[in-house]
T-cell receptor, first 112, second 115 residues
Framework: QKEVEQNSGPLSVPEGAIASLNCTYS??????FFWYRQYSGKSPELIMS????GDKEDGRFTAQLNKASQYVSLLIRDSQPSDSATYLC????????????FGTGTSLTVIP | ETGVTQSPTHLIKTRGQQVTLRCSSQ?????VSWYQQALGQGPQFIFQ???????GRGNFPPRFSGLQFPNYSSELNVNALELDDSALYLC??????????????FGPGTRLTVL
């Protein structure tokens, strides 16, 4: 079983719609959760971090964490063509030397 | 930009050769982690350096080794290169205290091609 799982997509949404990206993780002791955006040929850039159950909003982005279900999601409101990228979910497990585990990423395309 | 720099940006080597990749961490950060990202995959953790010592290692063979210097910059060395080592190598900088690590910020990466 992989530490972090994401649907690889591709996910396509029309411009202005809400894009919903999902991620599940296997180790219940995981404490910190991150969403990164990666454009083709570039390195990952941090979008949001979340540490507590519930929602965290930052502009058009909302991260949702449910530790009981071992589930973290990212909602992108008013999607723009510039949001087209691969979105990586990362989980920090303090029991394994603070290693970050990444999913394989979900490819998002926003159609103008 | 994150303030994390890596060099070189691209590198072409042949099987059996050795390579050294370099990373300068963001100001104020004391921890550097290295990742390997193959095409279409998420980054895979290689190892982490904290205060000049290895502080965690992923499932990579000993021919992958590293160093961290007093200024917190770091090197990744790979010996006896194999074709499967072709990937984007990412350095991530963060601040750690008392075993807890804060958010990681990535450098631009080094694209390694092994022929």
């Amino acid at each position: 079983q992989k530490e972090v799982e994401q649907n690889s997509g591709p996910l396509s949404v029309p411009e202005g719609a809400i894009a919903s990206l999902n991620c599940t993780y296997s180790d219940r002791v995981s404490q910190s959760f991150f969403w990164y955006r990666q454009y083709s040929g570039k390195s990952p850039e941090l979008i949001m971090s979340i540490y507590s159950n519930g929602d965290k909003e930052d502009g058009r982005f909302t991260a949702q964490l449910n530790k009981a279900s071992q589930y973290v999601s990212l909602l992108i409101r008013d999607s723009q063509p510039s949001d087209s990228a691969t979105y990586l979910c990362a989980v920090n497990n303090p029991n394994t030397g603070n290693q970050f585990y990444f999913g394989t990423g979900t490819s998002l395309t926003v159609i103008p | 930009e994150t303030g994390v720099t890596q060099s070189p940006t691209h590198l072409i080597k042949t099987r059996g050769q050795q390579v050294t990749l370099r990373c300068s961490s963001q100001s104020g950060h004391n921890t550097v982690s290295w990742y390997q990202q193959a095409l279409g995959q998420g980054p895979q953790f290689i190892f982490q350096y904290y205060r000049e010592e290895e502080n965690g290692r992923g499932n990579f063979p000993p021919r992958f080794s590293g160093l961290q210097f007093p200024n917190y910059s770091s090197e990744l060395n790979v010996n006896a290169l194999e074709l499967d080592d072709s990937a984007l190598y990412l350095c991530a900088s963060s601040f750690s205290r008392r075993g807890a690590m804060d958010t990681q910020y990535f450098g631009p990466g080094t694209r390694l091609t092994v022929l």
